[in-house]
């Protein structure tokens, strides 16, 4: 990201082709995975030093296979907007980034949204053939389902179902760490997190209620799943050293 947005064309060049590298190995290891749920959870507990925007584009790549995307080229856009879709943030005022977002001004927060559209004018800067669908889910990837995101106010049906998917990986990043909360939460307590916000008529919503009750629903059956695989293994285990 950083050859992309501080050096010359040479350098912006191999930045956008490693990035696309990235993206695919992204794609191939989630497309590949059998226990969707069980990696999400590894993948934000043991890897803390991984970049957000990597986090965000395996997690939303995961989302989206979760429920029934299969486009193996649409896949693959949403991990690249992914990827991309906080890099307008070098645009962004250092002494604002510097601060905790609970201390921003009015100002602050302002300069901080011009993120979104910051990023996709670096993309377009880039010169790079992307599909329109990675410009449109990074410009929609803070728009809230119930209007009250930025930075148009779309609401509803406005938004792209790609860029909801989107926003949803990169909510449960932030919610992760503790950017949205003032508190990091454990993975599973984001996911309930986010699940009670959706079934909370009085909440800010964020992504639709029926895509978050879509994806949920299809993680709690992968821990059914893998909680029912871990106790039998765990009774394999128990009754071989019995026998020891």
Known sequence: LNQITTRGDEARSEGLKRCKEIADEILGVAAQNSNIYDEILALRNSQEDIEHSVIVGTVAVMFGLSIGFTDEQMLGDLTIAAIFHDIGLVRVKPEVMAKKEAAWSTADRKEYERHVLNSAEILKES??????????????????????????????????????????????????????????????????????LAQDAGAVQEVRPELVERVFQFMQNEKESADKLRTKAEGRVEKAMKKI
């Open 127 to 196: 010169g790079t053939d992307f599909h329109p669908r990675v410009f449109r889910m990074v410009e929609e990837h803070h728009e809230n389902y119930d209007g009250s995101g930025f930075p148009k106010g779309l609401r509803g049906a406005q938004v792209d179902e790609t860029s909801q998917v989107l926003h949803l990986a990169n909510l449960f990043d932030r919610i992760c760490v503790g950017k949205q909360t003032g508190t990091a939460l454990s993975p599973a307590d984001a996911f309930d997190y986010i699940y009670d």
